[in-house]
Nanobody, 125 residues
Framework: QLQASGGGLVQAGGSLRLSCAAS????????MGWFRQAPGKEREFVAS????????YTGDSVKGRFTISRDNAKNTVYLQMNSLKPEDTAVYSC????????????????????WGQGTQVTVSS
């Protein structure tokens, strides 16, 4: 089970940190990802991180501004979002999958096995 939190309303240029808490004995072995979906748009890959944190991928639209990390002792994955823009407004969801994947498959939502409920991020201009 995945529980995302940390969303809210922020002004452009501001920062937010999202958290995704995972439950289960093997949660720390899963590859984790963040996706987002804005109204009327397709779901978009944001970032992924493997079980050890040694391999991370970031979507082109957030590269240099968003950072994914994890704390396996807490079974929690984070998404630090800086320099937020109005176009970052979306529902952000965390996901988990077995296996490491690669830079292509990790960007595809249906390769993930488990999903959280999503948290709304709204960036005002």
């Amino acid at each position: 089970q995945l529980q995302a939190s940390g969303g809210g309303l922020v002004q452009a240029g501001g920062s937010l940190r999202l958290s995704c808490a995972a439950s289960g004995r093997t949660a720390s072995t899963y590859t984790m990802g963040w996706f987002r979906q804005a109204p009327g748009k397709e779901r978009e890959f944001v970032a992924s991180i493997n079980w050890s944190g040694s391999t991370r991928y970031t979507g082109d639209s957030v590269k240099g501004r968003f950072t994914i990390s994890r704390d396996n002792a807490k079974n929690t994955v984070y998404l630090q979002m800086n320099s937020l823009k109005p176009e970052d407004t979306a529902v952000y969801s965390c996901a988990a999958r077995r296996g490491a994947g690669n830079q292509y498959t990790l960007r595809v939502a249906n390769t993930y096995d488990h999903w959280g409920q999503g948290t709304q991020v709204t960036v005002s201009s």
